[in-house]
């Protein structure tokens, strides 16, 4: 995945890579639209 990447394209990498039902409803959900990085994916689905 190539950064900076919005939340769809976070949606739609995991739904092509077969992510389970439940993460692909947290991304779907993060307030945040942008994301530089995976860190801050991972702490905006963990930790958000």
């Known amino acids: ?5 919005d939340k769809k394209a976070l949606v739609e ?3 092509r ?6 993460v ?3 991304l ?3 307030k ?3 994301f530089d990085g995976p860190n801050e994916v991972q702490k ?3 930790n958000g």
């Open 32 to 34: 945040e639209n942008s």
């Open 44 to 46: 905006a689905v963990f």
């Open 17 to 22: 890579n077969k992510a389970d039902d439940k």
């Open 13 to 15: 990498r995991a739904r």
């Open 28 to 30: 779907d959900g993060l």
């Open 24 to 26: 692909v409803s947290r």
């Open 1 to 5: 995945m190539d950064y900076p990447a």
